[in-house]
């Protein structure tokens, strides 16, 4: 039997790239996956069809800078299947461009989105995992985490607050709950689609044409899921062969 069998795992931005693929790659392999993500006729199609294949689903609609939608989502999974093991803190938006243009509206749009986002599901699930005595909590970076490239710094700024949010959870709370960093390198995803600077948004492009599948990332998310109880995978980084 896989040891992802009957795993309770929410997934934010799960309607595409990563969050999809990681919500399909879980239920076929047994587990009971609750999905919330901005875009609902996108959640609908992609929850009838694991349905369909004999998946386990919940979703509903979410935005992670709204406390109360994160909160939600937690208490449907509650709700419908009796726990949460695992939270997929997925969603995230990287809207590139130079510092000089002054985009400060999609700058606050990554801090919102992709730091206090991830705090939302940590603070969603904290006190659900204390109460149960487990759990696990993975949160999805960049390699843009270690690194800055030109246009991406807020991007890669708010990457790095991940990583340092992950590393500060763990050591608070690794006695309860198990806490994951998973950095991919550049893969397939809508992501570049929020670009709305013309030069940024064509380097995208041409930087991401050796891209991984999402389904790569979804499978090191299964990996530190399926670890024995006693074991932490805490950072996984995952880039496209060279």
């Known amino acids: 039997m896989s040891e992802l069998q009957d795993k309770v795992v929410v997934i934010t931005g799960a309607s595409s790239g990563i969050g999809e693929a990681t919500a399909r790659w879980l239920a076929e392999r047994g587990a009971q996956v609750v999905l919330g993500a901005r875009r609902i006729d996108k959640l609908e199609r992609l929850a009838a069809e694991i349905q369909e294949q004999g998946g386990r689903v919940a979703y ?3 935005d992670v800078t709204d406390l109360g939608q994160v909160e939600a989502i937690v208490r449907l999974a509650c709700d419908t299947f009796g726990r949460v093991d695992v939270i997929v803190n997925n969603a995230g938006v990287m809207p590139l461009s130079a510092l000089e243009l002054l985009k400060i509206e999609e700058w606050n749009r990554m801090i919102d989105v992709n730091i206090r986002g991830v705090l939302h599901g940590i603070a969603a699930t904290v006190p659900v995992m204390k109460q149960q005595g487990f759990g696990q909590i993975i949160n999805v970076a960049s390699i843009g985490a270690y690194s800055v490239t030109p246009t991406a710094a807020v991007y890669c700024a708010t990457k790095y607050a991940v990583l340092a949010i992950t590393d500060g959870l763990r050591q608070e709370l690794g006695d309860v709950i198990r806490t994951t960093l998973i950095s991919p390198g550049v893969t397939e995803s809508e992501l570049a689609d929020t670009i ?13 044409r050796n891209a991984l599948p999402a389904s790569a990332i979804a499978r090191a998310i299964a990996y530190a899921i399926e670890q024995p109880a006693g074991v932490d995978v805490n950072e996984v980084v995952v880039r496209p062969k060279a």
């Open 196 to 208: 709305s600077d013309e030069a940024a948004r064509e380097f995208m492009k041409e930087y991401r």
């Open 60 to 62: 509903q609609q979410l």
